[in-house]
Every structure is written in C-alpha cells, then in structure tokens.
C-alpha cells in the first residue's frame, strides 16, 4: 500500500471514529461501503475489517462512559449472553451468503440508520446537555434478549454495532433511560463484535494492512470525540452523517443496479 | 449507584483504556515503521491483537468485581458470556 492510501485510511478512520463519538453513534456503517465501494475489497472482507474499526470505538468511548457512571454494567452484561449468540451465529453463516446479497442487506440497513440518526437529531435540537439520569430498573428482559440476538445477528452478517435495533427496545420495552441505553449499546458492542472478529480473522477476512490505518484511526477519533461531547450539540454532526450515510446507501443501490459487488 | 459499584466501575474503565492506548501506540508505531524495518507489520498485528484480547479482558475483569462483591447471579452471567466468547475463538482457528 502506499503512504497515500494509509494516511487516507487513518483520516477516514479519525474522522468516522470522531463524528460517531460526538453524535453518539457509531462510525463503523460509514467504513464498509467506503471500503466496498471506493477501494474495491469484497464485502467479506470490508466487514472483517470494520468489525475491528467498531471494538475500537467501542472500546475507546465505552472506557469513559464506564467511568461516569453511564454505563449500566449488569444489563450490558445480561444482553451480551444474546448478542454474543447472535453474533456467533451470523459470523459462521455470513460466510455462506453471497456478496451482492450481503450488500444489499448492509443497503438497507444503512438506511435505516439514516432514519434513525435523523429521529435523534430532531430529539437533539432543544435538549439540555447531560441530565441526571432518573432511577430505573429495567424491565421486560425477555424483549431485551430477544433485540440483542437480533442486533447481534446482524453485527455478525454485517460487521456494525447495532445500535439502532437495541438502544430503542431499551428506551421503549426495558424502560431504560436513553443515556444509560447508549451508553450500555455502545459497551456491548466491542464483546459482540469481537466474537466475530474471530470468525473472520480465523477465515483470513481482515487485511491487517487495511484495517491498521483504520483502527489508529478510529481510535485516535473516538477517544478525542467521547471527550468533547459532552460540551457540544450532536444536531449538526448528525445530520451530516445522515447526508453520508444516505449518499452511500445510494451509491451501493446504483452499484447494486449495475451489477457491481459480484 | 453503591461504593462498591463505583470502585468497580473504575477498574472496568481502566481496563478498557489501557487496551484502547496498548493498541493504539502499537498500531501507530508498527505503521510508522513499516517504510523502515521489515518486522514493523508484525508491530502492527500484536496492535490490533491487542484490540481483539481487549473485550475478553473486560469480561473477565468484571466476572472476577462481581465475584468480590459476592454478586454470585452476576459473575455466572459474566462466565456465561466467557464461555461463548472462547467458543468463537475456539472455532475461528479451526475455520
């Protein structure tokens, strides 16, 4: 690879890891399809590779909000009995699926990312920054569970966090406050993702050439984003994600129509 | 949120920061030296090796807390997540 390469990795890493810890989400669904799509590397691969991109910002940001107390440490140990399962699961099948079929699946997800970041930044607009958290003891651990297989079958399939599946059964069903859901999401993530990352760097799907750049990357970004968010709105970073995330989802769909990803 | 909780809390944290910055620097400098010394990708892997060792670490650091704190429910949870974990590495060689 050449110097030019690795230090747009490392920017893109710094910058996906960045915008994903000040806006909260995380930056991994923004690095597959640039991957699949502007530097050519099979989807396989692209989601081994981003799998080590998503523990890395789960590892940075989660080590902070651990020490604030955020992170609801039980629950996100409960639910990665699930995730984890799920995870294992999809890994070992994702190999069986077909590249355009993966692509397609990661599409539509992406989109549905896009919503969902759009939802949160219109909650952002008038909110106050760092609220007390109320006291809660989750609820319905059942549909909790149930999410978390979910969200670690396609965190497995297609190499993201999931997030956008768990974080609102735990607003919505566990009655969990949506901090402390975010923050828990975010600290599962890295267990789930590492198993498997297994899966994969067993299977030889992770350029370490690829995914060094990224992770240094990513690491540097998101250590220097969870710091700073606190003290800023996420509303304006959001809504560039949802224009990145949106614009990429489409450029995958006109790949897709043209018979790329084969 | 307990004492107990708290001090708990912060061992997690430091766990996870240290695995964060073992494998940043490793990273950073196995790539810095890869136009120099031809073992510098090596560097490199031991890097991101540490990223994928990091969550295990984590589970096991927050198994042995519940274990002091007596919180029996939630150190067999903890294994429990252990255990699925070793059987994804266990059949990531093999695969």
New interface residues.
Partial sequence: MT?AA?LLL?LIGFLAGGFGALAGVGGGIIITPLLAIYFGLPMHQAIGVTL?CV??T???T???Y??R?V?D??LG??L??AT??G??IA??VAHQVNRRTLALLFACFLLYSAGSMLRKAWDSRNKKREEMIPDYTPQNYPAGLGASLIAGGFSGLLGIGGGPIKVPVMLLFMKVPLRVAAATSNFMI??T???????????GD?R??I???L??GV??GS?LGARISPKIRAFYILMLLVCIAGWLAAQMIYKLLTGGFQ | MNRQDVAADRVLSLTLKLGAYTALVLTVAGLALRFAVPWAMKVTTAGLLVLLVTPVLRIIVACLQFLRERDFKYALVSFGVLAIVVLAYVLGIQA
Avoid: C, K, N, Q
């Fill in positions: 110097l690795m490392i080590l523990i890395a789960s590892t940075a989660s080590s902070m651990v020490e107390h992170t440490v039980r140990m409960t990665e009995l984890t399962v995870a294992l890994a070992l890295g267990v993702a590492g198993t498997s990352a297994y899966i994969y760097w067993g299977r992770i370490v050439d995914a060094a750049p992770v240094a690491f540097a250590l």
